[in-house]
């Protein structure tokens, strides 16, 4: 049974699907690909994969999809299928339907974290920050309530002790208040003995690290962004938000599938600081378009997505030029909780600085 036959099989409301279109090569796009012999693979191991990637927009579950493989640095798929606007759920059937484009702009949100974790590495590796020096070295008063002795290595491995924000900061006229966010985190009372407990912090880490990283080297996070990682990987579109004058390219987030059951709807709830379906709504207004969360907004498409995580796979290398020392991926990448119950997600993860590492057995 292929994944589209057992998701239609869940008690799903109709209304939370996405409509499928009967012709589907109406809304697909294939860009320029690699013959996959080139590298070793064949034409049918490709063609799998894109055929369950498939299987999953036929579910409804998906508005849209971008996919891109890269098998030793050759794109061998770089597809996308689907609406970028007009086709969710709660859009009336005859909407008009925008649709997605391998140049399309999707906000990758939790995956952000990983590009933000790259800049404080590289920041390390500069020597302008060391992964041991406290927060509160770099930001005044974030010593108070018991937060004295986070570290960065604290922050980037989950176990700072401060996994969610209180619901005051979950205003978006904050993001174009920085100094407010971090007041409010400078008050804000840690949940557990920092470097003890493990559990995922969906938001608040990303202010802090771009906190420290502006008073380490007087520059702000997306500048930083730009010049360590877009400029010299040549990426057009990998950025925190968009410009206001692009907002209307970006797709569109909606909210399909069935309401996340107890407990995982508390975890989501515990780790976002609200619910599902108002985070989705957060997600497409301007302001979280436009604004920096270090932790949940960066905008990009696949494949220069795919391009970053391909430099870190050739260990910081990218067409002779060095973007990060091959000590800095290490560094990023080492181990940090092995199986261990993350308090927050309510599952046994692997966490590296930064990074959650997988495993083949449940992949992260």
């Known amino acids: 049974m292929d994944l589209s036959s057992r998701i239609s099989r869940l008690p799903l409301i109709r209304s939370t699907r996405c409509r499928v279109p009967e012709e589907l090569e109406s809304v697909i796009t294939v860009g320029e690909e690699t013959p996959p012999q080139w590298v070793g693979i064949t034409s049918d191991a490709i063609e799998g994969v894109w055929e369950r990637i498939l299987d999953l927009y036929r579910s409804g579950t998906q508005p849209a999809i971008q996919a891109c493989i890269r098998c030793q640095g050759q794109v061998v798929l ?19 339907k925008r649709r997605v484009g391998l140049d399309t702009p999707i906000n990758i949100f939790s995956a952000s974290k990983a590009v933000t974790a ?10 302008k920050l060391a992964l041991d020096d406290r927060v509160c070295e ?10 004295g002795t986070i570290t960065l290595r604290h922050v980037l491995a989950h176990r700072a002790g401060l996994p969610s924000l209180p619901e005051e900061a979950l205003d978006l006229d904050l993001l174009g208040k920085p100094k407010e966010i971090i007041g409010i985190l400078c008050e804000q009372k840690v949940q ?9 912090h969906a938001v608040t880490g990303g202010f802090i690290l771009a906190e420290v990283a502006r008073q380490a080297c007087g520059r702000a996070l997306p500048e930083l962004l730009h010049d360590f990682v ?19 390219e970006v797709a569109i987030n909606a909210y399909t599938g069935p309401p996340a059951p107890p407990p995982l ?22 302001r979280f378009l436009t604004g920096v969360i270090p932790s949940a907004n960066l905008v990009t498409t ?3 997505a795919s391009l970053f995580y391909q430099c870190l796979l050739e260990q910081g290398q990218h067409e002779g030029r060095t973007v990060f020392e091959r000590r800095t991926i290490h560094h990023a990448t080492a181990e940090q909780s092995w199986w261990e119950l993350d308090l927050t997600l309510m599952l046994p993860l692997r966490y590296g600085l930064g990074f959650m590492l997988g495993n083949p057995r449940l992949p992260s």
């Open 118 to 127: 790259m800049l404080i590495h590289k920041l390390v590796e500069q020597r």
């Open 78 to 96: 770089d597809r996308a299928v689907g609406h970028a606007s007009g086709n969710g759920p709660s859009d009336p059937p005859d909407a008009p």
């Open 138 to 147: 770099y930001v005044p008063g974030f010593e108070r309530h018991g937060k």
């Open 192 to 200: 557990s003995r920092p470097g003890r407990v493990l559990a995922y």
């Open 265 to 286: 709807a508390q975890s989501l709830k515990r780790a976002l600081g609200t619910d599902m379906r108002t985070v989705v709504d957060l997600s497409n207004d301007p």
């Open 230 to 248: 877009s400029e010299p990987l040549g990426l057009e579109c990998f950025a925190y938000g968009i410009a206001p004058e692009r907002i209307s």
């Open 302 to 304: 696949a494949r220069e």
